[in-house]
């Protein structure tokens, strides 16, 4: 059974920083792209970005760019998303996702694009 479990989410003041974990089992984990998405209340889930586990490449959205850096533990099938200079628009329920369809580096990330999800972790950060 394919399982995804994020963890780490929390209350931070803005400027702060989280590190979130996402593990994982059930299948091949360095075969596939793992993605991180939010939803914040009211909102369409988002891409933050992703990393390939085949080749260690990443890809970040532009709002998270030079904050966030997604790394990946292929021993311990896990990936982390580490959250910088966090602003209190970053405040949202945050999931990763394995990958089916690579098309993110020229059309950015979709949720539809990915698979198997996590239950997601609560992330606020107060001004």
């Known amino acids: 059974e394919v399982q995804l479990v994020e963890s780490g989410g929390g209350l931070v003041q803005a400027g702060g920083s989280l590190r979130l974990s996402c593990a994982t089992s059930?299948?091949?984990?360095?075969?596939?792209?793992i993605g991180w998405f939010r939803q914040a209340p009211g909102k369409e889930r988002e891409g933050v970005g992703c990393?390939?586990?085949?080749?260690?490449?990443?890809y970040y959205v532009d709002s998270v760019k030079g904050r966030f850096t997604i790394s990946s533990d292929k021993e311990k099938k896990s990936v982390y998303l580490h959250m910088n200079s966090l602003k209190p628009e970053d405040t949202a329920v945050y999931y990763c996702?394995?990958?089916?369809?690579?098309?993110?580096?020229?059309?950015?990330?979709?949720?539809?694009?990915?698979?198997?999800w996590g239950q997601g972790t609560q992330v606020t950060v107060s001004a």
């Open positions: 059930g299948f091949t984990f360095d075969d596939y792209t």
């Open positions: 996702a394995s990958l089916l369809f690579e098309a993110y580096r020229e059309i950015g990330l979709r949720a539809a694009d990915f698979g198997s």
């Open positions: 990393i390939s586990n085949p080749d260690g490449s990443t």
